[in-house]
C-alpha cells in the first residue's frame, strides 16, 4: 500500500465550484506539504503544516485554504474555483530530525481541470 | 527569474550513454534535493545533499557549495531512466519553502 495517498487523482469542475483534495499519509511523519505542479514550471509549494496547529501558507497560497484533521490527514480547499488553477496538484510528507533536512515523499498527485 | 535554473530543458540519450543534469541556483542554501518524476506523473526522491557527493546504484550526485551548483549523473543509462529530473533546494533564508527548478526531461532510446 502506498505511504501517501491523495484522493481524488483526477477531478474536473466548474468555475466557481467548491474543490476538496484529500491527503492522508501512513508513514509516521509530523512534516506535510501541499503543492502544485504547472507545465514548464517547478512545483509552487502551498501550504505546509508542522503539525496539527502549526499551519504555514507557502509561495502561493492565495485562493487556497487547507485543514489539519490529523497527524496523518492534511486537505487542500478551493473556496471558488477558477480556471488557472487548473494544474497537477501533490501532497508530500517529511520527518524531522532535529535540525536536518529529510527528503519529501510525495503522493501520486491529482490533476485538477477547472472548466 | 527562477532561483534554481536545471540545464539542458531536455535531453535524449542511447541507452548506454553517461548523462549529466546540472542544477545551478541563486541563493544561499541548507540542502538540496534531487527527485525523478515517472511518465506517469508520480514523484520519488534520489538524493538529498548539502555537500560532497552521494551514490546510489548508477546514480551519483555531486554538489559544490562555493559555486552554487549540483550536478546529477546517471551511468549506463538504460530506457527505464527516462524520466523528468528535479532539482530542488530549501534556501537559508527561509528554511521551510523549498524551491524547485523546472526539471529536466529525460528520453533514453534502445
Known amino acids: 500500500d502506498a505511504d501517501v495517498t491523495q484522493t481524488p487523482r483526477n477531478r474536473i469542475t466548474k468555475t466557481g465550484k467548491r474543490i476538496m483534495l484529500e491527503c492522508s499519509q501512513t508513514?509516521?511523519?509530523?512534516?506535510m506539504y501541499w503543492y502544485r505542479q504547472d507545465p514548464g514550471l517547478g512545483l509552487r509549494l502551498i501550504y505546509y503544516?508542522?503539525?496539527?496547529?502549526?499551519?504555514n501558507k507557502g509561495e502561493i497560497s492565495d485562493g487556497y485554504s487547507v485543514s489539519r484533521q490529523a497527524q496523518a490527514k492534511f486537505s487542500l480547499s478551493l473556496e471558488s474555483a477558477i480556471p488557472n488553477q487548473t494544474a497537477l496538484y501533490f501532497c508530500?510528507?517529511?520527518?524531522?530530525?532535529?535540525?536536518?533536512?529529510?527528503?519529501?515523499?510525495f503522493g501520486p498527485g491529482t490533476r485538477l481541470t477547472v472548466l | 527569474k527562477n532561483e534554481v535554473e536545471q540545464s539542458p530543458q531536455n535531453l535524449t540519450a542511447q541507452e548506454g550513454e553517461f548523462i549529466t543534469i546540472n542544477c545551478s541556483y541563486s541563493?544561499?542554501?541548507?540542502?538540496l534535493h534531487w527527485l525523478q518524476q515517472h511518465p506517469g506523473g508520480g514523484i520519488v526522491s534520489l538524493f538529498m545533499?548539502?555537500?560532497g557527493k552521494k551514490k546510489h546504484g548508477r546514480l551519483i550526485a555531486t554538489i559544490n557549495i562555493q559555486e552554487k551548483h549540483s550536478s546529477l549523473h546517471i551511468t549506463a543509462s538504460h530506457p527505464r531512466d527516462s524520466a523528468v529530473y528535479i532539482c530542488?533546494?530549501?534556501?537559508?533564508?527561509?528554511?521551510?519553502?523549498?524551491?524547485f527548478g523546472a526539471g529536466t526531461r529525460l528520453t533514453v532510446k534502445p
Open positions: 508530500a510528507t517529511s520527518d524531522y530530525s532535529g535540525g536536518s533536512y529529510n527528503e519529501q515523499f
Open positions: 508513514k509516521g511523519h509530523d512534516r
Open positions: 503544516s508542522f503539525d496539527v496547529k502549526d499551519i
Open positions: 541563493v544561499g542554501i541548507s540542502a
Open positions: 545533499l548539502s555537500s
Open positions: 530542488a533546494v530549501y534556501p537559508s533564508y527561509n528554511n521551510n519553502d523549498m524551491r
